[in-house]
């Protein structure tokens, strides 16, 4: 059964970056679309970052909130997907979740974007503070 595993977490000062990995266990990524969430104390979950599966030609998608300053990508070999996060804001601080979707391959739009039929991951702390 699929497993997938976040890391790359932690403690950073305003204006820092972090790199989140997503290993994936005991399966591939697949073919379908791959998204990052997150999940702020008292907030609603939302989508920050979203890939097509291989079948599917686009770029990746992100949420305006972090446009420009996350990027989303994918290696296939070491079956790992990757959220590289860049002038980190205290806004940003989140549970940061990754999921695998089974039926969709293709991200849509980001004020919707969610993983109902799939696979997450249990989710890594980002805390952005001074």
């Known amino acids: 059964q699929l497993q997938l595993v976040e890391s790359g977490g932690g403690l950073v000062q305003p204006g820092g970056s972090l790199r989140l990995s997503c290993a994936a266990s005991g399966g591939t990524l697949g073919g379908g679309r791959i998204g990052w969430f997150r999940q702020a104390a008292g907030k609603e979950r939302e989508a920050v970052a979203c890939i097509n599966g291989p079948s599917r030609s686009g770029s990746p998608k992100y949420a305006d909130s972090v446009k420009d300053r996350f990027t989303m990508s994918r290696d296939n070999a070491k079956n790992t997907v990757y959220l590289q996060m860049n002038n980190l804001r205290p806004e940003d601080t989140a549970v940061y979740y990754c999921?695998?979707?089974?039926?969709?391959?293709?991200?849509?739009?980001?004020?919707?974007?969610?993983?109902?039929?799939?696979?997450w991951g249990q989710g890594t702390q980002v805390t952005v503070s001074s």
């Open positions: 999921a695998v979707d089974q039926i969709f391959y293709t991200c849509g739009d980001m004020s919707s974007m969610t993983v109902l039929s799939g696979t």
